[in-house]
C-alpha cells in the first residue's frame, strides 16, 4: 500500500476526529443545558423553521465543493465560478424562503414559525460567502486548518443560544446558528485565504457540474427522504413529538455522525487520488473500515445500555419516551457504518450515481415506514423507520463495491465479530455499573468503565486471532503508532 498516503490520511483523519469530537461535544453540552432552559415544542419549532431552508440547499445543492476536491487540476477559474454559483444559489433560497414563509408554516400546520423560518434563511448566504478555496485545503488533506474553522463556529453557536435562551426562548437557537455561520465564514478566510470574485464562467462551471450532479441528486433524495419524515411526525403526532424526535436524534446520531464526517471528508480525497490502484483502494477501505468500527460500535453500546438512566438523570422528566428513540437510532449508526465507509469510495472513483440509487431505496423506505407505523408506535415509529431503511441500503452498497473492487469484503468478517463482541461486553459492564450506581456519576462512571472493558477485550482478541486490527488501525493512524511506541517491521505494526 501506498503507505505515506495512508499515513497522510491517517493524519487527516486524526484531525478530523479532534475536530468533530470537539464539535460534538460543545454541541452535546449545548443541547443538554437547552434541554433543561427550553422546552420540547421549543425544539420542534426550531426542526419545522429549518426544514424549508434545509430542503432548499439541498435539493439546490449542485456539488461544486466535492467536484474541486475530485478534479485533478482546478485554476481561479474554477474557484471564482463555484464560488459565484454558491452564492447566487443562496441569496435565491433565501429570497424564496423569506416570501413563501406564511405558507410553508401553514403546510407544517405550525403558524408560529413564520418569523423563524424568514431570518433562518438567513444562513445559507452566510455560508455560501465562505471561503471556496475550503475545497483546496480538504483535497490536500490539510484538516488542521478545517478544525479552526468548525470549532469557533460550534463554540459561538453555543455560547449564543444558551446566553440568550431565557429571555428568547426558540429564538436563541436561531440567534446562536447564525451567529456560528458567520465565524465559520470568517475563520474560512483566515485559514484558507481567498479573494472571492463574481464570475459567470460556463466553461469553468460546466466539469464540476459533470461530477456534482451526482452529488446534487444524493442530496435533493436525502434532504426530501428527511423532510417528508418530520412532515408525518409533525402532522400526524404534533411539534411535541417532533421535538423528541429531533433532540433524540442529536444525541444517538452523534456516532454516526462523527465517523461518517471523518470517513467521508478524509477517505473521499483519499480514494480519488488512489483511484488507479485498486488493490491499495482495497488494502486503505479494510483498514479504515476496521479501525472506525473499533471507535463506533463500543460508542453506540453504551448508548443504548445507558439511554433511560441519560434521559432520567440528565435530561429530565420533561424529555420521557425519547430513551428508546435514541436506543434504536445507536442501532442505526452500527447497521450504517458500512455504508458510509462505501460511499467515499463511490465517489472517489468516479461512480457517485450508485450513491444516488443508494439514497432513493433509502429515503422511500423511510417514508413508508413511518407513514405505516406513526399510528401504531408513536415517535418511536421514526427509529423503527430508520433502522428498516439503513438496512436495506446496505446491502445495494454491498452490491455496487463488488463491482467496482474485487473482493472487498474478505477478510471483514471475523475481526468484526470481534469488535461487536467487545463491545457488547462493555455495554453490559456499563449496564451493571449504571443499576448498582444510579445518577449522574454512575452514568459517568458505567461510560469509562464500558469503554475500558471494550477496548481491553479487542487488545485480547486481536492478540489472540491475529485479527490484524492493531495492524490496520495503525496504518491508518501511524501518530498513534509513535505515540504508543510501535513501529513497523516487515510490514506489521510491533
Given at each position: 500500500?501506498?503507505?505515506?498516503?495512508?499515513?497522510?490520511?491517517?493524519?487527516?483523519?486524526?484531525?478530523?476526529?479532534?475536530?468533530?469530537?470537539?464539535?460534538?461535544?460543545?454541541?452535546?453540552?449545548?443541547?443538554?443545558?437547552?434541554?433543561?432552559?427550553?422546552?420540547?415544542?421549543?425544539?420542534?419549532?426550531?426542526?419545522?423553521?429549518?426544514?424549508?431552508?434545509?430542503?432548499?440547499?439541498?435539493?439546490?445543492?449542485?456539488?461544486?465543493?466535492?467536484?474541486?476536491?475530485?478534479?485533478?487540476?482546478?485554476?481561479?477559474?474554477?474557484?471564482?465560478?463555484?464560488?459565484?454559483?454558491?452564492?447566487?444559489?443562496?441569496?435565491?433560497?433565501?429570497?424564496?424562503?423569506?416570501?413563501?414563509?406564511?405558507?410553508?408554516?401553514?403546510?407544517?400546520?405550525?403558524?408560529?414559525?413564520?418569523?423563524?423560518?424568514?431570518?433562518?434563511?438567513?444562513?445559507?448566504?452566510?455560508?455560501?460567502?465562505?471561503?471556496?478555496?475550503?475545497?483546496?485545503?480538504?483535497?490536500?488533506?490539510?484538516?488542521?486548518?478545517?478544525?479552526?474553522?468548525?470549532?469557533?463556529?460550534?463554540?459561538?453557536?453555543?455560547?449564543?443560544?444558551?446566553?440568550?435562551?431565557?429571555?428568547?426562548?426558540?429564538?436563541?437557537?436561531?440567534?446562536?446558528?447564525?451567529?456560528?455561520?458567520?465565524?465559520?465564514?470568517?475563520?474560512?478566510?483566515?485559514?484558507?485565504?481567498?479573494?472571492?470574485?463574481?464570475?459567470?464562467?460556463?466553461?469553468?462551471?460546466?466539469?464540476?457540474?459533470?461530477?456534482?450532479?451526482?452529488?446534487?441528486?444524493?442530496?435533493?433524495?436525502?434532504?426530501?427522504?428527511?423532510?417528508?419524515l418530520q412532515i408525518v411526525i409533525t402532522q400526524k403526532l404534533g411539534v411535541g413529538e417532533?421535538?423528541?424526535?429531533?433532540?433524540?436524534?442529536?444525541?444517538?446520531?452523534?456516532?454516526?455522525?462523527?465517523?461518517?464526517?471523518v470517513v467521508g471528508a478524509v477517505a473521499f480525497p483519499l480514494y480519488a487520488r488512489l483511484?488507479?490502484?485498486?488493490?491499495?483502494?482495497?488494502?486503505?477501505?479494510?483498514?479504515?473500515?476496521?479501525?472506525?468500527?473499533?471507535?463506533?460500535?463500543?460508542?453506540?453500546?453504551?448508548?443504548?445500555?445507558?439511554?433511560?438512566?441519560?434521559?432520567?438523570?440528565?435530561?429530565?422528566?420533561?424529555?420521557?419516551?425519547?430513551?428508546?428513540?435514541?436506543?434504536?437510532?445507536?442501532?442505526?449508526?452500527?447497521?450504517?457504518?458500512?455504508?458510509?465507509?462505501?460511499?467515499?469510495?463511490?465517489?472517489?472513483?468516479?461512480?457517485?450515481?450508485?450513491?444516488?440509487?443508494?439514497?432513493?431505496?433509502?429515503?422511500?423506505?423511510?417514508?413508508?415506514?413511518?407513514?405505516?407505523?406513526?399510528?401504531?408506535?408513536?415517535?418511536?415509529?421514526?427509529?423503527?423507520?430508520?433502522?428498516?431503511?439503513?438496512?436495506?441500503?446496505?446491502?445495494?452498497?454491498?452490491?455496487?463495491?463488488?463491482?467496482?473492487?474485487?473482493?472487498?469484503?474478505?477478510?471483514?468478517?471475523?475481526?468484526?465479530?470481534?469488535?461487536?463482541?467487545?463491545?457488547?461486553?462493555?455495554?453490559?459492564?456499563?449496564?451493571?455499573?449504571?443499576?448498582?450506581?444510579?445518577?449522574?456519576?454512575?452514568?459517568?462512571?458505567?461510560?469509562?468503565?464500558?469503554?475500558?472493558?471494550?477496548?481491553?477485550?479487542?487488545?485480547?482478541?486481536?492478540?489472540?486471532?491475529?485479527?490484524?486490527?492493531?495492524?490496520?488501525?495503525?496504518?491508518?493512524?501511524?501518530?498513534?503508532?509513535?505515540?504508543?511506541?510501535?513501529?513497523?517491521?516487515?510490514?506489521?505494526?510491533?
Open positions: 500500500m501506498n503507505e505515506p498516503l495512508v499515513g497522510l490520511a491517517g493524519g487527516a483523519m486524526v484531525w478530523k476526529a479532534i475536530q468533530l469530537a470537539s464539535v460534538k461535544v460543545i454541541f452535546l453540552a449545548r443541547t443538554l443545558i437547552l434541554a433543561r432552559l427550553l422546552v420540547p415544542e421549543d425544539f420542534g419549532l426550531l426542526a419545522v423553521s429549518l426544514i424549508a431552508v434545509d430542503f432548499l440547499v439541498n435539493i439546490t445543492n449542485f456539488g461544486m465543493i466535492p467536484a474541486l476536491v475530485q478534479r485533478a487540476e482546478a485554476d481561479e477559474r474554477h474557484y471564482h465560478a463555484a464560488w459565484t454559483v454558491g452564492l447566487l444559489r443562496a441569496v435565491a433560497i433565501a429570497l424564496v424562503v423569506i416570501l413563501a414563509a406564511p405558507g410553508i408554516a401553514a403546510l407544517l400546520a405550525e403558524p408560529r414559525a413564520a418569523s423563524l423560518i424568514r431570518v433562518v434563511a438567513l444562513r445559507p448566504v452566510l455560508e455560501a460567502a465562505a471561503s471556496a478555496k475550503v475545497a483546496e485545503v480538504t483535497r490536500h488533506l490539510r484538516f488542521r486548518s478545517i478544525a479552526f474553522i468548525s470549532v469557533p463556529e460550534a463554540v459561538v453557536n453555543t455560547a449564543v443560544s444558551i446566553a440568550l435562551a431565557r429571555p428568547l426562548g426558540v429564538w436563541a437557537l436561531v440567534a446562536g446558528t447564525l451567529a456560528g455561520s458567520a465565524i465559520s465564514g470568517l475563520m474560512s478566510y483566515r485559514l484558507a485565504p481567498y479573494r472571492p470574485r463574481l464570475a459567470f464562467d460556463s466553461a469553468a462551471v460546466r466539469p464540476l457540474l459533470q461530477f456534482g450532479r451526482w452529488i446534487f441528486l444524493t442530496s435533493l433524495i436525502s434532504v426530501t427522504g428527511r423532510a417528508l417532533l421535538g423528541l424526535y429531533y433532540l433524540a436524534a442529536k444525541l444517538a446520531l452523534i456516532p454516526a455522525e462523527v465517523s461518517s464526517e483511484q488507479a490502484d485498486t488493490q491499495q483502494v482495497i488494502r486503505a477501505f479494510r483498514a479504515i473500515f476496521t479501525s472506525v468500527a473499533a471507535l463506533l460500535f463500543p460508542a453506540c453500546a453504551l448508548l443504548v445500555v445507558l439511554a433511560p438512566s441519560l434521559v432520567t438523570t440528565v435530561l429530565g422528566p420533561r424529555w420521557q419516551g425519547t430513551a428508546p428513540l435514541i436506543q434504536l437510532l445507536a442501532l442505526v449508526n452500527i447497521v450504517g457504518l458500512f455504508g458510509d465507509t462505501v460511499g467515499p469510495i463511490l465517489k472517489g472513483v468516479g461512480r457517485p450515481g450508485r450513491l444516488a440509487i443508494i439514497e432513493l431505496i433509502q429515503s422511500s423506505l423511510l417514508i413508508i415506514g413511518i407513514w405505516s407505523l406513526a399510528g401504531r408506535y408513536g415517535v418511536v415509529s421514526a427509529a423503527l423507520a430508520w433502522l428498516a431503511a439503513v438496512s436495506a441500503s446496505q446491502l445495494v452498497s454491498a452490491l455496487f463495491v463488488q463491482q467496482v473492487l474485487p473482493k472487498p469484503l474478505a477478510g471483514l468478517a471475523r475481526p468484526t465479530l470481534a469488535i461487536a463482541a467487545a463491545s457488547g461486553v462493555g455495554g453490559l459492564i456499563a449496564a451493571l455499573v449504571a443499576a448498582a450506581a444510579p445518577g449522574p456519576i454512575g452514568v459517568i462512571a458505567a461510560s469509562g468503565l464500558g469503554l475500558v472493558t471494550s477496548v481491553m477485550l479487542l487488545w485480547t482478541f486481536d492478540r489472540w486471532f491475529a485479527f490484524g486490527l492493531a495492524n490496520g488501525f495503525y496504518r491508518t493512524f501511524p501518530q498513534v503508532a509513535a505515540l504508543v511506541g510501535y513501529s513497523q517491521v516487515n510490514g506489521q505494526w510491533r
